[in-house]
Nanobody
């Protein structure tokens, strides 16, 4: 399974970006999907997760009400819509797929990772 993340960029505070993560080489609808991020000097942290069915979502508190995770199984793609961006959202964002667990929030429970896409929010 390969994951290709895209959509990062530089945006002013209050702006929006939509990240995409395209999967190939496996059965996408059988994967739980997640987004994580890592800021310079910090550990990778959980951002959002989405169940295999797409009906269950969960977000870290700092992005609730601003970010939305979704999936399009026909396109083998998971998205992260990010609105009202803040400078503290600046990080490299990674998508991840889990084949063993449904709806995991722990990075160790994900099996495949994308290469990361940089998001920079200027104040």
């Amino acid at each position: 399974v390969q994951l290709q993340a895209s959509g990062g960029g530089v945006v002013q505070a209050g702006g929006s970006l939509r990240l995409s993560c395209a999967a190939s080489g496996g059965t996408f609808r059988g994967y739980s999907m997640g987004w994580f991020r890592q800021a310079p000097g910090l550990e990778r942290e959980f951002v959002a997760r989405l169940s295999r069915s797409g009906y269950s979502t969960h977000y870290t508190d700092s992005v609730k009400g601003r970010f939305t995770i979704s999936r399009d199984n026909a396109k083998n793609t998971v998205y992260l819509q990010m609105n009202s961006l803040k400078p503290e959202d600046t990080a490299v964002y990674f998508c991840a797929a889990s084949t063993r667990y449904d709806y995991p929030a722990v990075a160790a429970q994900y099996d495949y990772w994308g290469q990361g896409t940089q998001v920079t929010v200027s104040s």
